[in-house]
């Protein structure tokens, strides 16, 4: 049985934002300026995303999730539609196609990298195919150039899921600079945080409008200056503190970034359990990924104990563990259009056997020695031969 050491230090978050007190006196200003909802703070946050997005346009809004709808609905997927994703993903991308209608279609990822299979994607497209959503994962990225040969050969369009990548960069460019519709989050465990927000990569002014008036009810302005509605937009507009702390956050990815690339390496230098667990992949590039995440896979099948086991155990010495990610299609919201055990092995295998290790900006490379040395530990106490 696990006992808790006595000396135990400070428990330690697998994820935290790294809010310093410049950012937090910004936010106060903008509280006392009396302007708190959505206004010049919230242009500023879009035209410096949109700088980094190297000059595409984008929108905020309230998160990630209102982020996957609002795109959805700017790509006219709704009831009859069909959205092929990959099953290896948060539940909002489920969750989104589903609420405005859509069947979703799931398919398996790739053993290593966790990216959607396009092999399996180009099997699944059929007459009531509209978009494709893949999500890239820290470490490595979907191959963009063969997902959008694959879009333009069917007409499709593609929303990519850049929630856990903003930072990372493919053939040189920041995700967002190229491609469809792009997604992004600012939630408190990713790279930088609004606290809660979200925004849209999108490909001109007439689609930027559109997001306006999707994510403020569907309101449009008649010529005599009364407002009409005729689609059932949301409520997903961003308030100007949160673009304010958004904005002084987006200033500081790069140092952001600098941290977690070092802490990666780390993790790559230090991480060493017998039996072994499986790492995520180790780019050649290292300074083209963002590492918002650091996940492995335990060695179940010669562990006498379960992954919550191995998780309480980490929790006994103060270390916080996540699970990233269970899969979609074994839902119970996933199992409703027909998927059961084994449809898509990759994605259980991973989804029965990831654990997220605390990866985050205020983190230390000491704190990295602290839990490689805690799982090395309960791994060794733990093997099925005993040795």
């Known amino acids: 049985m696990e006992t808790t050491p006595l000396d135990t230090p400070a428990p330690l978050k697998f994820a935290s934002p790294f809010l310093d007190e410049t950012t937090i006196a910004a936010a106060a200003d903008v509280l006392r300026s009396g302007h708190i909802t959505s206004g010049p703070w919230v242009e500023r946050f879009e ?3 949109s700088a980094h997005c190297g000059g595409r346009p984008v929108r905020a809004l309230t998160s990630a999730t209102a982020a996957i709808e609002v795109a959805l609905q700017l790509a006219v997927v709704g009831p009859g539609d069909e959205v092929i994703t990959c099953a290896q993903s948060f539940f909002t991308v489920l969750n989104m196609i589903v609420k405005v209608g859509a069947t979703p279609v799931f398919v398996d990822c790739e053993p290593v990298t966790r990216n959607i299979d396009l092999g399996q994607v180009e099997a699944k497209i ?17 191959d963009l150039d ?13 929303i990519e899921d850049a929630a856990l990548v903003i930072g990372s960069r493919y053939r040189g460019r920041p995700v967002g600079a190229i491609g469809d519709l792009v997604t992004l989050s600012f939630h408190p465990n990713k790279n930088i945080t609004s606290i809660e927000g979200g ?34 937009g949301g409520k997903f507009n961003l308030p100007d503190v949160n673009a304010r ?10 140092g952001f970034l600098a941290v977690r690339r070092s802490l990666v390496e780390r993790y790559f230098a230090r991480f060493a359990t017998d039996p072994g667990c499986e790492l995520p992949p180790r780019p050649a590039d290292g ?17 006498t104990i379960t992954r919550k086991e191995f998780r309480d155990a980490l929790a006994a010495r103060g270390i916080m563990t996540g699970v990233s990610y269970e899969a ?3 839902s119970t919201l996933g199992r409703r259009f027909g998927y059961r055990e084994g449809d898509l092995p990759e994605t259980e295998r ?19 020695d602290r839990v490689c040395a805690a799982c090395a530990e309960v791994i060794a106490r733990h093997r099925k031969d005993g040795r």
């Open 47 to 49: 035209a410096a995303l």
């Open 350 to 368: 991973i989804a029965s056997a990831t654990v997220t290790l605390p990866l985050h900006a205020a983190m230390t490379t000491a704190d990295i």
């Open 245 to 254: 702390i958004g904005l002084a956050q987006l200033e500081r990815l790069p």
């Open 146 to 158: 063969a997902l959008y040969a694959l879009a333009r050969r069917h007409n499709l369009r593609v």
């Open 328 to 330: 979609l299609h074994l």
């Open 126 to 142: 059929g007459p009531r195919t509209r978009a494709i959503i893949p999500t890239h994962w820290p470490g490595s990225l979907a």
């Open 287 to 303: 300074d083209g990924q963002s590492w918002n995440m650091f996940c492995v896979l335990l060695p179940l099948d010669r562990l």
């Open 199 to 232: 925004a849209i990569v999108c490909n001109g002014d007439v689609e930027a409008k559109r997001i306006e008036t999707l994510r403020f009810h569907g309101i449009e302005r008649r010529p005599d200056g009364t407002r009409d509605v005729a689609f059932p």
